[in-house]
């Protein structure tokens, strides 16, 4: 299911599920101007596409004690035979870390850690991190506000 063949209909119910995924089929419906059961295929195809990955809850990271983010941009040794695999599979099995991304420029990657505080973003570099052995360096920046935060993408 390709954006561009997403009609009206189909783009809103997108809408509506990334603002509020615990909206009821009759809910989705009232939203979007369809009855109930074509509202129902629609989803039940976007799922099944890979358009709709999962339902979540967003989870204020404060309210649990994760006060700390970090953008720690990550530079492997390129010669390390294994480095990549070796990184991302700690990325893989790395709670502190909830996002990756391999980007060009000067490091390889941009990790998102959130962390209690600084001694345990500290811990997390010691412990782990560091262990990794293609690791060549790793540049903290500490997010000091956070501007904007969505998870909504645009639908087109």
């Not at 991302?88 to 099995?93: F, G, P, R």
Request: proline share 3%; charged share 30%; with cysteine.
């Amino acid at each position: 299911m390709e954006s561009e063949r997403f009609d009206r209909a189909t783009r809103q119910i997108l809408e509506a599920l990334q603002a509020d995924a615990r909206l009821s089929t009759q809910a989705l419906a009232e939203r979007v101007g369809l009855s109930a059961t074509p509202v129902w295929r629609r989803v039940k195809e976007l799922e099944d596409s890979g358009v709709i990955r999962r339902h979540v809850a967003l989870v204020d990271r404060e309210k649990l004690g994760l006060s700390i983010c970090v953008l720690a941009n990550v530079s492997l040794v390129r010669h390390s035979e294994g480095a990549v695999e070796q990184f991302e599979q700690l990325v893989q099995t790395s709670r502190e870390i909830i996002e990756c991304h391999g980007i060009t420029g000067e490091a390889d990657y941009v990790i998102k850690v959130v962390v209690p505080d600084m001694k345990a973003y500290d811990q997390f570099l010691q412990s782990k991190v560091f262990k990794v052995p293609g690791v060549a360096s790793v540049r903290s920046n500490v997010v000091l506000r956070e501007v904007k935060y969505e998870t909504a993408l645009p639908v087109i």
